[in-house]
Structure formats: C-alpha cells, structure tokens
T-cell receptor
C-alpha cells in the first residue's frame, strides 16, 4: 500500500535560520500533499498544501515544493521563530476504492527553534 | 462554530472494558475520520465515513467499530479494550472529502487520550 517517509525525525535550528523537512511517497497516483503542524498537546492544524498540478506554493515564511518524477515533496520554513517549534507532519492522498481519497501521514518531524 | 468536538478528553480503561468515544462537528461536513496517534508517531486512519449511513475501514480498524447515523456525529466504539489501544484518538472532518479535483482541509478535534491498563 501507500507509504510516506519523512526526514529528519528531529531538527534543531537557531532562530532566523531556515528549516527544511522532506517527504517521499510511494504511490504515483497521489495528487494532494498537505502539511500539518501539531504543537505539544494540541490538535494537528493544516499550514499549507499543494496539488499535483503545481510545483511550488508559498505562504509568507513557509513554502512547499513537489517533485512528481522523484515522488518527493518538501516543506521550507524561512526566518524561523521560537513559535515555529512543533511537530510537523506531511501527508499524501491515496486513491482509494470507490474514488474516495484518504490521507497517509508521515511519522513527523520535531522542530526545535532556539532563541 | 465549535468546529470538531470530542469527549471525553481523558479516559483510563481496564483490559476488556468497552467505551465509546464521541465526536461531533457543526460545520456540515460530510466526511468524517477517526485517527489514532501513538507516542512519537504519525496519525493512522482507523475508520472514515463519507456521509450518514456510510462507513469504511482505514489502515488500522481491528478492535474498533463506528456508526454514522447523522451528519454531525461519528462515534468510535472500543468493545474489548487492550493495552495496544493506548493512544491519543483524533476525530476529523472535511467538506466533500479529498476526491479528485476537490481537495479540502481536514479539521481535527482536540483529541481523547486513552490509557488501557
């Protein structure tokens, strides 16, 4: 079945530096790739997503890039701030029976931004 | 809107006990999902529903059951609790789901932390 691998599992950066998290997926039929941020003890929340017909998408300090040929996508956070510290999850859709997609999540990256 | 709400927030069960985790959404979303999140891990889909009366299994359905009698409610039932079911359970909902050409954000509830001893 579909598998999503996420690297690194932990990432530590200094405030103001950039952070990059990478994910690979196995099913070439996947067509939607969201990123979720989960603060400690809180629920996951969508921060950015990208569709398979787009190569890059930006929203202020965060951006996501997609390489369909290589089947990988990445989250880029620039000018990191302490409040960016959280666990970040990537996900990919898997075309499911009946035409309904379901999300397959990566294992998460714990990002720590040090002042 | 309250969004997605879940009860209880915390629960401790003994092995073999049963319980129902409640989930309600007031956004008129037709798709609803149940995930479990084990410590340090990602989210695994347990069951999902694409509308009232329609449910289907996700990646890890064993030991669980669901029902969807209304658009708003999607309870998750544990019949014979086992230590392997110790986890944080998240309910989520989305509008029209993630069909081709229709990608929609999944909104998550606050979670239920379940411990089975």
């Amino acid at each position: 079945g579909e598998n999503v691998e996420q690297h690194p599992s932990t990432l530590s950066v200094q405030e103001g530096d950039s952070a990059v998290i990478k994910c690979t997926y196995s099913d070439s039929a996947s067509n939607y790739f969201p990123w979720y941020k989960q603060e400690l003890g809180k629920r996951p929340q969508l921060i950015i997503d990208i569709r398979s017909n787009v190569g890059e998408k930006k929203d202020q300090r965060i951006a996501v890039t997609l390489n369909k040929t290589a089947k990988h996508f990445s989250l880029h956070i620039t000018e990191t701030q302490p409040e960016d510290s959280a666990v970040y999850f990537c996900a990919a859709t898997l075309l499911f029976s009946g035409g309904y997609n379901k999300l397959i999540f990566g294992a998460g990256t714990r990002l720590a931004v040090h002042p | 809107n309250a969004g997605v709400t879940q009860t209880p927030k915390f629960r401790i069960l003994k092995i073999g006990q049963s319980m129902t985790l409640q989930c309600t959404q007031d956004m008129n979303h037709n798709y609803m999902y149940w995930y479990r999140q084990d410590p340090g891990m990602g989210l695994k889909l347990i069951y999902y529903s694409v509308g009232a009366g329609i449910t289907d299994k996700g990646e890890v359905p064993n030991g669980y059951n669901v029902s969807r009698s209304t658009t708003e409610d999607f309870p998750l039932r544990l019949e014979l609790a086992a230590p392997s079911q110790t986890s944080v359970y998240f309910c989520a909902s989305s509008y029209e789901g993630l069909r081709e050409r229709s990608y929609n954000e999944q909104f998550f509830g606050p979670g239920t932390r379940l411990t089975v001893l």
